[in-house]
C-alpha cells in the first residue's frame, strides 16, 4: 500500500480519481473494484492508502487502477 490523496470523488456516479508518487497522471477508482471499508464517503484532498495496478491499457484514461482504499485515519 502507498499513500495517496483524493483528487475527486463523485459518490453518486461510482468513480474517483487519486494521486500518489507511484501512480503519476492519477488513479482511477470505481466502487465495484474497491475492496476496503470508508470508502463511499471520501473528499477532495483526504489521504488513503492505496493498492493499485496497471492493467496494461488505459482505463477510462488512467494506467492505473484502484484495488483497495483505505482511509487514513485523521488522529
Same mark, same amino acid.
Given at each position: 500500500?502507498?499513500?495517496?490523496?483524493?483528487?475527486?470523488?463523485?459518490?453518486?456516479?461510482?468513480?474517483?480519481?487519486?494521486?500518489?508518487?507511484?501512480?503519476?497522471?492519477?488513479?482511477? @477508482?470505481?466502487?465495484?473494484?474497491?475492496?476496503?471499508?470508508?470508502?463511499?464517503?471520501?473528499?477532495?484532498?483526504?489521504?488513503?492508502?492505496?493498492?493499485?495496478? @496497471?492493467?496494461?491499457?488505459?482505463?477510462?484514461?488512467?494506467?492505473?487502477?484502484?484495488?483497495?482504499?483505505?482511509?487514513?485515519?485523521?488522529?
Amino acid at each position: 500500500m502507498v499513500t495517496a490523496t483524493v483528487r475527486e470523488w463523485h459518490e453518486e456516479e461510482g468513480w474517483g480519481v487519486l494521486d500518489s508518487p507511484e501512480t503519476p497522471g492519477g488513479c482511477f @477508482a470505481h466502487f465495484s473494484d474497491i475492496q476496503g471499508p470508508g470508502f463511499r464517503t471520501l473528499s477532495p484532498g483526504q489521504e488513503v492508502e492505496l493498492t493499485w495496478e @496497471a492493467p496494461g491499457f488505459k482505463q477510462d484514461g488512467y494506467d492505473y487502477r484502484a484495488v483497495s482504499i483505505v482511509p487514513r485515519s485523521s488522529g
